[in-house]
């Protein structure tokens, strides 16, 4: 690990020495003015200005330096206190030791969306890192125009000529380079043909066409063909450096998304290992899977441990005339990581790793590139429940202007959108009034058919032989997480496919959640009806207030902000669902509740006749709340820890505490994921301001906090679970376990499903909520939310 550049900031007294040297060297002229005494051309408005003239207007800063020897230290003194970033190195499956969670990865990005993630096990040469806190108008992450990635591939993967190898060690041996790649040899095609792929790979996505990098990033991401970033072009693909045993390949663009560089250069090597028979990928598979219409699992990559970070562009007004950040690593240190890259590829055999998810990969695209035959099915009967709303459907003579955003998804076929007339809006969209009678009778079909007792929809999506690309829901519907679809008519193919499961449709209504789940329509023929009812997230927001206030009302919650979480809180705790009452029996048993925020939880319980309730919450305002709404409960204001360093029992202990920011979505007020610093997201927006930061006391939960008297434990408690799953070895007496796992804050499934073993192995039976499906056996967690574990000790 070598940190190479560090500029540290100076303490206010040096600043203060910096302003009254700067009398020195610039005096002033009228009022609230500045100008420069030696090219006296311009006037500057503030001591700043000038002082940012003096620095690049070489003439004038050697003058002034001439003048007054403190003035090269005051100007350069001044411009470190602007700036505050490190430029470091580090080797594969070490980022994490490196750097520190008060900094932000310039190549990580995931302050914006989780899927500009660096690849975990990434290296780097030239990585740059900025402290948040002291200069909020550079960021290292939003201001990079260009990231500069490379990757080592052993060249016994593109070609097997062991004596035609080009070998270039050392500088000195360029003119041996030379004279190999100018011989006609079997290694020199092999190197001219692998440069052709590369170019027609980097071709394959343009700005122009509607073609999009979508197949090439990780599936837990889930992102759409239209998600702008993965329709830019790559800037450059190229070979950098040749080596005897390997080659260097270098990535440039603005963007990429996490799985990207991994995927593209498997697939560059597939296509050039299929000159020796290898497998079966061709040019024109690479053309389909960059096209919008089809979406594979591509288990066709390479180890992020043979990539590196090398380089990062920034614009010169903050690198001065170095556009492109600096480092002076030594050549040991990037032999070094070439090394380390190097050895952890060159273990892998190629056709395990490149040449059978290759052959996958052709066999995924030709079963979604079947014809469909129109005749392999009879004329469909349509069901009694169905008939009227098909009716009206075929009787549309006119279909209003799909949406901008829904074209973007759109193959073929149109598109329009109905509102529930039971909502009687003052204003009617233009469908309804078009269609009075289709959107009373599609309503009512919901109700007849809804596979789920939640009530009606807000609104319906009418589809007319529409066919759409891979997709997931954007955010305005975020509100209700289930949508139901059901297909219409008489045609044959046109399955809904939701992450690569197949269903069928046609008459049979099917529930999926379109804001985390990838779906898309499989070719039909003949004529294709769909309706999808939703609630997009606006129409929730009066009646979730109007539910809140009712429950409230119901179980004597008092106090509460009505724009802020504490109405989702009121809502899942006490509503209709009531989150924590599976399996769980309250009745005469005596409560533990770690993470209490407003006291939802402990009335609910209390209601469901708990003999008493221990409540513990760090944050002073919660607190507030809790007391007022359940004062019968003991109220002890810390955060519970799984362990302490001290060996002191009776050591008090404090850590930081971080307040959660709105939500982006609605801007409300997040009162309900405050969490300590360790586990602070760097989501956050900069998370460690003074303005959301606290210092609260903590208590070690094993020692302090679990008694023996204690049947129930419920935990929510934003990241600091793990700890304490892992600490705890004996529940003692409880009975019931209540978890909200933080699967955002830590996506990796390995510790989840270890933590799950151990509590099971501990006496407990567990249930949650994605038990038997996929998601449980993905290496990551790809879903929005966290999950609720209930945990019951065995008899």
Same mark, same amino acid.
């Not at 591939?153 to 190898?165: A, E, F, H, K, R």
């Not at 990429?256 to 296509?271: E, N, P, S």
């Not at 170095?322 to 055999?349: F, G, M, P, W």
């Not at 006391?697 to 304490?724: P, Q, S």
């Given at each position: 690990?070598?940190?190479?550049?560090?500029?540290?900031?100076?303490?206010?007294?040096?600043?203060?020495?910096?302003?009254?040297?700067?009398? #020195?060297?610039?005096?002033?002229?009228?009022?609230?003015?500045?100008?420069?005494?030696?090219?006296?051309?311009?006037?500057?408005?503030?001591?700043?200005?000038?002082?940012?003239?003096? #620095?690049?207007?070489?003439?004038?800063?050697?003058?002034?330096?001439?003048?007054?020897?403190?003035?090269?230290?005051?100007?350069?003194?001044?411009?470190?206190?602007?700036?505050?970033? %490190?430029?470091?190195?580090?080797? =594969?499956?070490?980022?994490?030791?490196?750097?520190?969670?008060?900094?932000?990865?310039?190549?990580?990005?995931?302050?914006?969306?989780?899927?500009?993630?660096?690849?975990?096990?990434?290296?780097?040469?030239?990585?740059?890192?900025?402290?948040?806190?002291?200069?909020?108008?550079?960021?290292?992450?939003?201001?990079?125009?260009?990231?500069?990635?490379?990757?080592?591939?052993?060249?016994?993967?593109?070609?097997?000529?062991?004596?035609?190898?080009?070998?270039?060690?050392?500088?000195?041996? %360029?003119?041996?380079?030379?004279?190999?790649?100018?011989?006609?040899?079997?290694?020199?095609?092999?190197?001219?043909?692998?440069?052709?792929?590369?170019?027609?790979?980097?071709?394959?996505?343009?700005?122009?066409?509607?073609?999009?990098?979508?197949?090439?990033?990780?599936?837990?991401?889930?992102?759409?063909?239209?998600?702008?970033?993965?329709?830019?072009?790559?800037?450059?693909?190229?070979?950098?450096?040749?080596?005897?045993?390997?080659?260097?390949?270098?990535?440039?663009?603005?963007?990429?998304?996490?799985?990207?560089?991994? #995927?593209?250069?498997?697939?560059?090597?597939?296509?050039?290992?299929?000159?020796?028979?290898?497998?079966?990928?061709?040019?024109?598979?690479?053309?389909?899977? $960059?096209?919008?219409?089809?979406?594979?699992?591509?288990?066709?990559?390479?180890?992020?441990?043979?990539?590196?970070?090398?380089?990062?562009?920034?614009?010169?007004?903050?690198?001065?005339?170095?556009?492109?950040?600096?480092?002076?690593? $030594?050549?040991?240190?990037?032999?070094?990581?070439?090394?380390?890259?190097?050895?952890?590829?060159?273990?892998?055999?190629?056709?395990?790793?490149?040449?059978?998810?290759?052959?996958?990969?052709?066999?995924?695209?030709?079963?979604?590139?079947?014809?469909?035959?129109?005749?392999?099915?009879?004329?469909?009967?349509?069901? #009694?429940?169905?008939?009227?709303?098909?009716?009206?459907?075929?009787?549309?003579?006119?279909?209003?202007?799909?949406?901008?955003?829904?074209?973007?998804?759109?193959?073929?076929?149109?598109?329009?959108?109905?509102?529930? =007339?039971?909502? !009687?809006?003052? !204003?009617?969209?233009?469908?309804?009034?078009?269609? =009075?009678?289709?959107?009373?009778?599609?309503?009512?079909?919901?109700?007849?058919?809804?596979?789920?007792?939640?009530?009606?929809?807000?609104?319906?999506?009418?589809?007319?032989?529409?066919?759409?690309?891979?997709?997931?829901?954007?955010?305005?519907?975020?509100?209700?997480?289930?949508?139901?679809?059901?297909?219409?008519?008489?045609?044959?193919?046109?399955?809904?496919?939701?992450?690569?499961?197949?269903?069928?449709?046609?008459?049979?209504?099917?529930?999926?959640?379109?804001?985390?789940?990838?779906?898309?329509? !499989?070719?039909?023929?003949?004529?294709?009806?769909?309706?999808?009812?939703?609630?997009? %997230?606006?129409?929730?927001?009066?009646?979730?207030?109007?539910?809140?206030?009712?429950?409230?009302?119901?179980?004597?919650?008092?106090?509460?902000?009505?724009? @802020?979480?504490?109405?989702?809180?009121?809502?899942?705790?006490?509503?209709?669902?009531?989150?924590?009452?599976?399996?769980?029996?309250?009745?005469?048993?005596?409560?533990?509740?770690?993470?209490?925020?407003?006291?939802?939880?402990?009335?609910?319980?209390?209601?469901?006749?708990?003999? @008493?309730?221990?409540?513990?919450?760090?944050?002073?305002?919660?607190?507030?709340?809790?007391?007022?709404?359940?004062?019968?409960?003991?109220?002890?204001?810390?955060?519970?820890?799984?362990?302490?360093?001290?060996?002191?029992?009776?050591?008090?202990?404090?850590?930081?505490?971080?307040?959660?920011?709105?939500?982006?979505?609605?801007?409300?007020?997040?009162?309900?994921?405050?969490?300590?610093?360790?586990?602070?997201?760097?989501?956050?927006?900069?998370?460690?301001?003074?303005?959301?930061?606290?210092?609260?006391?903590?208590?070690?939960?094993?020692?302090?906090?679990?008694?023996?008297?204690?049947?129930?434990?419920?935990?929510?408690?934003?990241?600091?679970?793990?700890?304490?799953?892992?600490?705890?070895?004996?529940?003692?007496?409880?009975?019931?376990?209540?978890?909200?796992?933080?699967?955002?804050?830590?996506?990796?499934?390995?510790?989840?499903?270890?933590?799950?073993?151990?509590?099971?192995?501990?006496?407990?039976?567990?249930?949650?909520?994605?038990?038997?499906?996929?998601?449980?056996?993905?290496?990551?967690?790809?879903?929005?939310?966290?999950?609720?574990?209930?945990?019951?000790?065995?008899?």
């Amino acid at each position: 690990c070598v940190i190479i550049v560090l500029l540290l900031v100076e303490n206010s007294s040096a600043l203060q020495r910096a302003f009254s040297s700067a009398k #020195r060297i610039s005096p002033c002229g009228a009022s609230g003015s500045f100008k420069c005494r030696w090219c006296g051309k311009t006037t500057f408005q503030s001591r700043n200005a000038l002082f940012r003239h003096l #620095r690049e207007e070489s003439k004038c800063f050697q003058a002034a330096v001439t003048e007054d020897k403190n003035a090269q230290a005051v100007l350069l003194r001044d411009e470190k206190k602007r700036t505050d970033i %490190k430029i470091i190195s580090y080797l =594969p499956n070490t980022t994490e030791k490196i750097v520190d969670q008060e900094w932000s990865q310039a190549t990580g990005i995931t302050h914006r969306n989780q899927a500009f993630r660096q690849d975990d096990g990434c290296a780097a040469i030239a990585d740059v890192i900025v402290n948040l806190q002291n200069n909020q108008k550079f960021h290292a992450e939003k201001d990079c125009i260009e990231r500069v990635y490379g990757y080592i591939v052993p060249t016994s993967w593109l070609y097997n000529y062991q004596n035609d190898m080009i070998k270039s060690k050392h500088d000195e041996e %360029k003119k041996h380079v030379a004279h190999s790649m100018n011989k006609e040899s079997k290694g020199r095609k092999a190197l001219q043909q692998f440069k052709y792929i590369l170019n027609f790979i980097k071709s394959c996505v343009q700005p122009e066409t509607y073609t999009s990098w979508f197949n090439f990033a990780d599936p837990p991401i889930q992102l759409s063909p239209s998600f702008k970033q993965l329709r830019h072009p790559i800037r450059g693909i190229k070979i950098v450096d040749i080596r005897e045993h390997f080659i260097v390949i270098e990535f440039r663009s603005k963007h990429f998304v996490q799985g990207q560089i991994v #995927r593209i250069l498997a697939a560059a090597i597939a296509l050039q290992r299929r000159q020796g028979n290898y497998n079966t990928l061709e040019s024109y598979h690479i053309t389909q899977l $960059t096209s919008p219409r089809f979406a594979i699992r591509n288990n066709l990559f390479l180890p992020a441990q043979g990539m590196f970070f090398s380089g990062a562009k920034y614009r010169k007004k903050h690198f001065g005339q170095h556009a492109y950040s600096k480092t002076n690593a $030594t050549k040991e240190t990037i032999e070094q990581i070439y090394t380390a890259c190097y050895n952890t590829v060159s273990r892998l055999d190629p056709q395990h790793v490149i040449d059978a998810p290759a052959n996958q990969i052709v066999l995924q695209l030709m079963a979604n590139l079947q014809d469909v035959n129109v005749q392999q099915k009879s004329k469909t009967k349509v069901p #009694r429940i169905y008939a009227h709303v098909l009716q009206q459907l075929r009787q549309l003579s006119y279909m209003p202007q799909t949406s901008a955003a829904r074209q973007r998804v759109l193959v073929s076929g149109e598109s329009f959108t109905l509102v529930n =007339p039971a909502l !009687k809006l003052k !204003k009617q969209p233009l469908a309804n009034k078009i269609f =009075p009678q289709l959107a009373q009778a599609v309503f009512e079909l919901e109700q007849k058919i809804k596979q789920t007792n939640q009530t009606g929809s807000a609104s319906c999506a009418v589809n007319l032989n529409a066919q759409f690309t891979p997709h997931v829901d954007s955010g305005t519907g975020a509100g209700q997480s289930l949508s139901m679809i059901v297909g219409l008519g008489d045609y044959y193919g046109g399955e809904l496919v939701v992450e690569h499961n197949e269903i069928d449709i046609q008459y049979k209504p099917f529930t999926f959640n379109g804001w985390t789940q990838r779906h898309w329509t !499989k070719s039909f023929s003949g004529e294709r009806f769909s309706l999808v009812w939703f609630t997009a %997230k606006q129409r929730l927001r009066s009646d979730e207030k109007k539910l809140a206030l009712s429950l409230a009302h119901q179980f004597n919650i008092t106090s509460f902000r009505p724009n @802020s979480t504490d109405i989702q809180a009121i809502n899942e705790v006490l509503g209709p669902k009531q989150c924590y009452a599976p399996l769980c029996d309250y009745r005469n048993h005596r409560v533990l509740d770690c993470g209490a925020h407003i006291g939802t939880f402990a009335r609910f319980v209390l209601s469901q006749g708990a003999a @008493s309730v221990i409540a513990y919450e760090p944050d002073p305002e919660n607190c507030k709340f809790f007391q007022a709404n359940v004062p019968e409960a003991t109220l002890i204001q810390a955060a519970v820890i799984g362990t302490s360093s001290s060996k002191n029992e009776t050591e008090e202990h404090s850590a930081e505490f971080i307040l959660a920011p709105r939500r982006q979505e609605d801007k409300a007020i997040n009162t309900w994921r405050h969490c300590l610093k360790i586990y602070a997201p760097s989501s956050w927006e900069n998370p460690f301001s003074s303005s959301n930061r606290r210092i609260v006391k903590t208590l070690d939960f094993v020692r302090h906090v679990l008694t023996d008297d204690i049947t129930v434990v419920k935990l929510d408690i934003e990241g600091a679970e793990f700890d304490i799953l892992d600490a705890v070895q004996d529940w003692r007496n409880v009975q019931y376990l209540v978890i909200e796992y933080s699967l955002t804050r830590r996506r990796a499934m390995q510790p989840f499903r270890n933590h799950l073993n151990k509590l099971n192995q501990l006496g407990f039976d567990i249930e949650f909520d994605f038990q038997n499906t996929t998601l449980f056996q993905q290496p990551a967690w790809s879903a929005h939310t966290d999950t609720l574990l209930f945990c019951r000790r065995r008899t």
